[in-house]
């Protein structure tokens, strides 16, 4: 059973840097590419960053303005998003999700999803 478990979200205050992780179970890891995404309260869920078994990354420039950043770890099954500077519009849930394809901001490329972990960036 594929499973994807989000872990490091909480409540901030604006400035400062957290990291997301997101440890992968019951699938060939490396055939993957995993991505972040989140959905703020209200709106529509978005692309954040994915990256691919080699570390090729791609990254949602416009909304994290050079901000975030991707990293995997092959031998831990694990992918850490490093926030920083965090800004109140970062407040979201957000999800990790294993996609086949290669790295891909779209959510229908990804078939598996965790139940994601909510962020709360305070003023």
């Known amino acids: 059973q594929v499973q994807l478990a989000e872990s490091g979200g909480g409540l901030v205050q604006i400035g400062a840097s957290m990291t997301l992780s997101c440890e992968a179970s019951?699938?060939?890891?490396?055939?993957?590419?995993i991505g972040w995404f989140r959905q703020p309260p209200g709106k529509e869920r978005e692309f954040v960053a994915a990256i691919n078994w080699v570390g090729g990354r791609i990254t949602n420039v416009d909304s994290v303005k050079g901000r975030f950043t991707i990293s995997r770890d092959n031998a831990k099954h694990t992918v850490e998003l490093q926030m920083d500077r965090l800004e109140p519009e970062d407040t979201a849930t957000y999800y990790c999700?294993?996609?086949?394809?290669?790295?891909?901001?779209?959510?229908?490329?990804?078939?598996?999803w965790g139940q994601g972990t909510q962020v709360t960036v305070s003023s």
């Open positions: 019951g699938l060939a890891f490396n055939d993957f590419a």
């Open positions: 999700a294993a996609s086949l394809a290669a790295t891909s901001p779209s959510e229908e490329s990804y078939a598996y």
